[in-house]
């Protein structure tokens, strides 16, 4: 795609996330609310500073509330305001921000409140029952599948065409769990090995219990600004350099599963607007979607960071580990602090914002950073999204 | 022209199914653990914000002006109808038996309302009782 636009340049100056728990005792308006005032204190404005609001939030049914974004809004801010609702399934998360920057990057917007939840606990008998909705109704739904289904389609066909063991998937989980320990939203970090995860419960085959992510609750918020803002309220804004996100054809069933081309298109997008050429060389730290451990393994392929096949070697040496090269999920992922869908995907974003700001606390990577990268990942596998940052 | 109007839907080659989540299990929250509490009290609680004193009814945890965090507060002040309507048939479009008065209740110098059965002769404006402090209200015109 060839780009010739003139944009502002757009910075982050605050965040707030809930935590990250299955059976929250707050409604979703009260955990939106919490992650924004959160998110507000850390940027030292009010709400009466911001123009505009972006809720994002996986599909309506997860909360049990039809119009989520309406619902949200008196939670997020957003009463009596510019209001959009973005929402593309697990893509959603880094949407969020995404669309937060070009409110503020076209110009129409000074300061914009980026907001998302995700409240999995309503559905039964079981958040998965909320799939139903997704499939073909004709040649697909008859078998009734979930949505494990066909990851675990998916994750046999990028182990067959690569050649990856189970042993080199269950790594990622070893590592996203245990990073997770340093992350006070967590909720599901511990210290567990290879062995215990080839040894958890089998879902669907290959995916087995210790392969995914938990249910989970939670909220997360981002206060989004354009550079004369940033400029006046902080001495280490955070840059939005690159956006990207695509759509792939919904008819999975037609795609080459061992590879996410879909992450390709919009990580293309977002590397040719930060002027990134060699994304192994010039990215210092990553956040790819893991709502399962093969995926973060695929995505870091998708991504271009490792090439095809070769991302479960560059694991096994280290790469990926908190004090390697490319630190990978520092925050602990999905798969370690939880997957609240679409704040999940912001808490991607947020994790690699105080990463770059330099805040992430006990989260912080051991080499200095300057480029960091989030992604999300969702609908009928097959949406993407993409943010680069710079400090 | 559309199958709706020409179609007659055993003759369209078509496929039956359900796409649900088959129940869901709400939070109450913070706020309404407060008020469902203080409901079986007989009180009315709110939420009222520390910095410009609205009164949210029912309990809300945040102001949404102010974007603080709401104290909470029974509400005294008097009940009036701010609006209501009279429902003829149910929700299958069965005709009711009697027709179902349904107001609108909202409390003197608070934000926000309640749903009410009420009995006695409806009127907007007109200060009502509350006879039973459940969802919905019931209350009676004084
Ligand atoms: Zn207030």
Redesign the pocket.
């Known amino acids: 795609m060839k780009t010739n636009l003139y944009f502002r340049r757009v910075a982050v100056i605050g965040a707030g996330l809930t935590l990250f728990r299955r059976r929250m005792l707050e409604t979703p308006q009260e955990l939106a609310w919490e992650a924004v005032r959160k998110a507000l204190d850390e940027a030292g404005l009010e709400l009466k500073d911001i123009d505009c609001v972006v809720i994002g939030s996986a599909p309506d049914a997860f909360d049990g509330v039809h119009m989520k974004g309406e619902y949200l809004a008196h939670g997020s801010g957003g009463v009596r305001k510019m209001v959009s609702r973005v929402f593309v399934g697990g893509a959603t998360g880094v949407m969020v921000p995404n669309t937060a920057w070009y409110h503020v990057a076209s110009g129409l917007c000074e300061k914009v409140l980026a907001v998302a939840e995700e409240k999995m606990s309503p559905a039964r008998p079981h958040p998965q029952s909320v799939f139903r909705y997704i499939w073909d109704p004709i040649t697909e739904k008859p078998l009734n599948p979930n949505l494990i289904w066909i990851f675990a389609m998916e994750m046999h066909r990028y182990m067959y065409v690569n050649k990856i063991t189970k042993e080199d998937i269950a790594l990622v989980s070893v590592k996203n769990k245990k990073n997770a320990l340093n992350n006070p939203y967590a909720q599901a970090a511990a210290n567990i090995t290879v062995d215990d995860v080839l040894k958890s419960e089998v879902l669907v085959w290959p995916v087995q219990l210790l392969d995914t992510s938990p249910v989970s609750d939670g909220a997360a918020a981002m206060v989004i600004v354009s550079e004369d803002v940033a400029r006046r309220y902080t001495d280490t804004p955070v840059w939005i350099e690159g956006v990207g996100w695509t759509l792939d054809n919904t008819e999975w069933t037609g795609r080459e599963l061992a590879y996410p081309r879909y992450l390709e298109h919009a990580a293309r997008m977002a590397y040719k607007m930060a002027g990134i050429e060699r994304p192994n060389k010039e990215i210092d730290v990553i956040e790819p979607y893991d709502p399962f451990d093969y995926k973060e393994l695929h995505h870091i392929e998708g991504l271009m960071i490792a090439r095809r096949g070769e991302a479960p070697k560059l694991l096994k040496e280290g790469v990926f580990d908190i004090d390697g090269d490319i630190p990978s999920s520092p925050s602990g992922g999905l798969l370690g602090v939880g997957n609240p869908i679409a704040a999940a995907g912001l808490m991607k974003t947020i994790s690699i914002y105080w990463q770059l700001k330099g805040t992430a606390g006990r989260m912080q990577v051991k080499k200095p950073v300057h480029t960091g990268l989030a992604q999300a990942w969702g609908d009928l596998m097959q949406a993407s999204t993409v943010i680069v940052m710079r400090n | 022209m559309s199958w709706d109007k020409i179609g007659i839907e055993d003759k369209l080659l078509s496929w039956h199914e359900i796409m649900e989540a088959e129940e869901y299990v709400y939070t109450v929250g913070v706020a309404g653990e407060e008020f469902f509490n203080g409901l079986k009290h007989k009180k009315i609680i709110g939420g009222k914000?520390p910095?410009?004193?609205?009164i949210y009814v029912p309990a809300r945890l945040y102001?949404e002006?102010?974007f603080?965090k709401n104290d909470f507060v029974e509400v005294t002040t008097k009940p009036y109808i701010d609006t209501y309507t009279v429902v003829y048939k149910d929700d299958e479009g069965n005709k009711l038996e009697k027709p179902q008065v349904i107001a609108l209740i909202r409390f003197e110098a608070t934000h926000g309302g309640l749903l009410a059965y009420v009995e006695g002769e409806v009127n907007i404006g007109k200060e009502v009782e509350i006879l039973e402090y459940k969802i919905p209200l019931i209350v009676r015109v004084k």
Do not use: P, Q, S, T
Not at chain 2, 51 to 54: F, Q, S, T, V, Y
């Open positions: 914000c910095k410009c004193g609205r102001c002006e102010c603080v």
